[in-house]
């Protein structure tokens, strides 16, 4: 992995991604460890500023075998992280401990695709360009 991303123009961007999914994962309150990896999810999908979070489904479940299945999971999860960040208790259940594996599958999912694949992009921009695409290699 170390090789490729020497190859990547934005390697230090990835290298920061790494860094903060550690950070989130080190977290021992489930909740912050949840809003840890939904943001790394969009920043990994990169958004734009005008983009929605319904993007952030749609880039990610385009990069697993079944994007019909996972936009459902998807959207469950996006769910549960609009209504935590719009409430003010937190929850503490093994629901959520089950939501945050969950999660953390997609975050590697889209970290593996930086690494694997940000050799084949001009920069930054041209890989926000390629996720944008709808369904790719699906």
Do not use: C, P
């Given at each position: 992995?170390?090789?490729?991303?020497?190859?990547?123009?934005?390697?230090?961007?990835?290298?920061?991604?790494?860094?903060?999914?550690?950070?989130?994962?080190?977290?021992?309150?489930?909740?912050?460890?949840?809003?840890?990896?939904?943001?790394?999810?969009?920043?990994?999908?990169?958004?734009?500023?005008?983009?929605?979070?319904?993007?952030?489904?749609?880039?990610?479940?385009a990069r697993t075998v079944d994007p019909a299945f996972h936009k459902h999971i998807l959207n469950h999860l996006r769910?549960?992280?609009?209504?935590?960040?719009?409430?003010?208790?937190?929850?503490?259940?093994?629901?959520?401990?089950?939501?945050?594996?969950?999660?953390?599958?997609?975050?590697?999912?889209?970290?593996?695709?930086?690494?694997?694949?940000?050799?084949?992009?001009?920069?930054?921009g041209d890989a926000r360009c390629f996720l944008k695409r709808k369904n790719i290699g699906n």
């Open positions: 992995a170390i090789e490729r991303m020497q190859h990547i123009t934005y390697s230090e961007t990835i290298a920061n991604w790494i860094a903060e999914y550690a950070l989130a994962l080190d977290e021992w309150n489930v909740n912050n460890t949840y809003r840890g990896l939904w943001k790394l999810l969009e920043d990994l999908s990169l958004l734009g500023r005008n983009d929605r979070l319904t993007e952030v489904v749609e880039r990610v479940s769910e549960r992280r609009n209504r935590q960040t719009h409430s003010l208790q937190s929850s503490q259940s093994e629901l959520l401990e089950t939501m945050v594996f969950q999660l953390k599958w997609y975050v590697e999912i889209m970290l593996t695709f930086h690494i694997s694949e940000g050799h084949q992009f001009r920069d930054i």
